[in-house]
Structure formats: C-alpha cells, structure tokens
C-alpha cells in the first residue's frame, strides 16, 4: 500500500473477488491489498459488498449481490439460516464444509504451531442432518408474544425457531411446546436487560438410542407459577417424555445453568447408550451431542491408547465417564477426574450400571487433583484429555511431563488451544504421531481433533 490509510471507508460499496475462506468459514478478498472479511461468500465469486466495519488490518462487509457464484455454493436447506446464528456453513457444499476443516486443523499444527505430523482425512458424515441429540435455546419476549429459538448472528435478538434440521425432531416439538404452554399460561420469559421475569432457557435432550427425553426449564427462581399444569400440557405433547427439571439461574451474564435443579415430573436424568455401554446423564453434565460421530471418535481415541490389559489410564476432563468406561474395558486400571461433581457422581453410577469395577473418580479441577495424586506417587502409562475449549492448564501440562506416560492421546474442540498444548508437550519429551479430525457439527464451523503423542524413549 502507498500510504497507512485503508483504501476503503465504512459504508463504502464496493466489487470483490473472493479468494479464500478463513476458518470461520467468511469469504476472504483483497480489496488493493486490503484484507476484507465477508459472511457467506465463496471462493471464486465476483461480488459486491458493503463495509460495515474498518480496522487497522482488515475490513469486514456484508454481500449485497454476487456476479460469479461459486459451483461449491449450494441452497442453504433452513430457511431461517440467513439470521440464525446457529450454523455457519449451510452455503457450502458439504465436501467443502469437510476441506475447510481439514485445513483448519492442518494450519492450527503444521502450519502455526510448526509440527511436522500427519493430518488423516476428516471423518464426515454420511447424512450430515438431524444429528444433534440436544437443543438449548433462550426464550424472550417480543412485544406480547413469548418467543423460542436462537440467537440471531453477533447479537441477542431471538430468531423464533421453525425447524431446526440439524438438531434431532423431537427437541423442536419441545420448544414449541414449551413457548405455547408458556404463552397460554401466562408464564413470563426473562428479560436480561432488567433482569426481570421467570423464564431464561429452555434445553431438551432426545435419547438416539433409548427415544427418552429430558427436558430443562432454566428459569430466574425456584417457582413456577401453574406448575401442574405446565408439566400436564408437557408430558401429553411429548410422548417419550423421561423427566423435566427446573434448573434455578438467578444471576446476571451468559451462564446459562444455575447450579440448583429442582425436579418437577419424573426421573431428573436420561438414559443413554453408546456401543453397548449405558449412561446415566442428569441434567447438567456433558455428553456429546452427535452419537454417531461420537462413536467414531472414541473409537480413534481407543485405538491411539492401544491399550494391552496391564495399564494405569488417566482420563482427565472425563465428564459422565464415557471415555473412561470404554478405555477400563482394555486396561488394569482408569483413573478419571472431572470438575462436576454432579457429573462425577454420574460416572460413579455409570461404572457400576456396566459392572465396570477397576474405574476410581475423582472430583476437582485436573491442574490440582492431578499434581496431588502425582505427588502421592501415582503414575500413568496413558493419559486421556478432553478440555472444554480454552484447552488445558499449564500446570496440568508439566504435571503429565513429570509423570511421563507412554502416551497421550489428546480429544480436543478446538484446534487453536490443541495446537498450543501439543506444542509444549512436543517441546518436552513427546513425539506429535498423528493427528484425526472428525466433523462432529456439520454446518457449523466447529471440528473435533483427536491427536496421539508418544514419549521420545
Ligand atoms: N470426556 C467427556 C467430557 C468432555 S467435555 C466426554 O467425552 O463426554 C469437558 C469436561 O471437562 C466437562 O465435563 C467439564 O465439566 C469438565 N471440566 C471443565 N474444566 C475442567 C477442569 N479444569 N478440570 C476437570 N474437568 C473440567
């Protein structure tokens, strides 16, 4: 550039060619040299667009009309998808949605974090479509209609859900369900700006395997006005209804569980199934959102333990104890350790539903249990991770140093924080083998990583 000045203003129209995407899936242009950032276009369109925002380095704009359209742009199948938030790539075709995140994962290690190790081909899925077994969505008041659905794209408006076709059917009959009854009864929604009204969110988790469903009520206090009647209009709109909980959340900010659950009908947990392990998973506790997928990445993660019968497994952030029960099959011992203690007490439960006898959970956070049970000289031949996504402490790190398994095998949702990790453990003492993306949200620009490291001899 001649000068420091952007070649463009805010507010300014102007014509683009599209080069690339970044890895939130935006259209990447130059605009003379200039980088511009745009929401739904493709490479190799020709288009025009509007600046909506100017910074030092890059601007971001809005399509106005595309000239050149892409042959990898395909109809989006939600009719809501311009405003939802929800999904981000449903303009592109799915192969492409799976390049993208190849490539993604590919520049977090190799490229950023500068690890020379093989990248496999993502896993994708077959019919990329109704694979999500639970929906979250906050409810809102608009004029004198209670509204349910999800946030519009960078803003807090509700887009008031019709059909969500990446999530299973029976969760969109429930939030339906739940604004209507809520709407009759006179129920009010909560606002966040004045911190007033009853109910915040309302979250629903549909059994593949069982056909059960748990409903959340996340409301701003323990009462509920017409209780009995809500749960009646409930229970006879939702066939396979298991149990519905009010999760209490009386404070301000975007956490969405509060951390009391009171149980209104039935039983407060749903029961799951993967393989032929079951799981109890009451309502606050973690557990991955497309099974079948799920599967498969356990299944790697299984593989990179290569586990003979004799080992000590770690399996750190381990949730319900899901990875921890598939791995005690293989191993003389799993030790898992997880900050929930509601979903602590659900592993302790899930180990003995599966007569599962040789797994010991603990609860706290993994950068201090870990360092203690180290300090009270236990050790591991392989460690399980899988942090939520700001990835693991660095205390936690140096501690799997000290103790020095044969392996790590790292599960991660965030390619940036994995890199990061795999890069300090590769500076000390642990060869980077491969590394295995799955595509665990089809149409959203998240992917799933599951990497192998093992201890340089
Ligand atoms: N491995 C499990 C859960 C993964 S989700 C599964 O596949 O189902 C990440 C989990 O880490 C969540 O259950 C969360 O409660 C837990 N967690 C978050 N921070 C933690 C920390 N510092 N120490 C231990 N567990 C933590």
Known sequence: MANNHPPLVKGETIELAIESLNHEGEGVGRFRGFTVFVPNALPMEKITVKVISLHKNYARALL??????SPQRVIPVCEQYEQCGGCQLQHIAYAVQLQLKQKTVEAALQRIAGLSMPVLPILGMEHPWH??????????????RIVA??????????????????????????I??????????????????????????????????????????????????????????????IPNLCGIVQNVNTRRGNTILGKEDITLWGRPWLREKL???????????????????????????????????QETVFDLYCGIGTISLFLARSAAKV????????????????????????????????????????????????VVVDPPRKG????????????????????????????????????????PVEAQ???????TNHVETVVLMSRVK
């Not at 106005?64 to 359209?69: D, E, G």
């Not at 887009?159 to 969760?171: F, T």
């Not at 799981?279 to 586990?307: C, D, I």
């Open 176 to 237: 339906h369900t739940v604004r209507n009854i809520l709407q009759t009864l006179g129920i009010t929604a909560y606002q966040e700006k004045e911190h007033q009204g009853l109910v915040r969110h309302v979250l629903a988790r549909t059994s593949f395997a069982t056909g059960e469903t748990l409903v959340v009520i996340v409301a701003n206090g323990t009462a509920l006005p017409k209780q009995e009647l809500f749960c009646n209009a409930l229970r006879e709109a």
């Open 335 to 382: 030790i898992g350790v997880e900050s929930l203690a509601a979903a602590v007490e659900d592993a302790r439960k899930n180990a003995s539903i599966n007569n599962i006898s040789n797994a010991t959970f603990y609860v706290g956070a993994a950068e201090t249990v870990v360092p203690s049970l180290y300090k009270k000289g236990f050790r591991a031949d392989v």
């Open 64 to 69: 106005q009309s595309i000239a050149t359209v």
């Open 131 to 144: 694979y999500r077994n639970k929906a979250q969505v906050p409810i809102g008041q608009q004029k004198n």
């Open 275 to 309: 393989e032929d392990l079951e799981f109890h998973v009451s309502p606050r506790s973690f557990f991955q959102v497309n099974p079948s997928q799920t599967s498969r990445l356990y299944q790697k993660a299984l593989e990179y333990a290569a586990l003979s019968g």
């Open 392 to 431: 693991c402490d660095q205390v936690l790190l140096e501690t799997i140093i000290k103790m020095s398994p044969q392996r790590v095998v790292y599960v991660s949702c965030n390619p940036a924080t994995l890199a990061r990790d795999i890069k300090f453990l590769a500076e000390n003492g642990f060869n």
């Open 149 to 174: 659905g999800f946030y519009e794209k960078r803003s807090h408006n509700i887009v008031e859900l019709k059909c969500c076709h990446i999530q299973r059917q029976a969760n969109d009959a429930v």
């Open 437 to 443: 993306p799955v595509d665990m949200f089809p149409h």
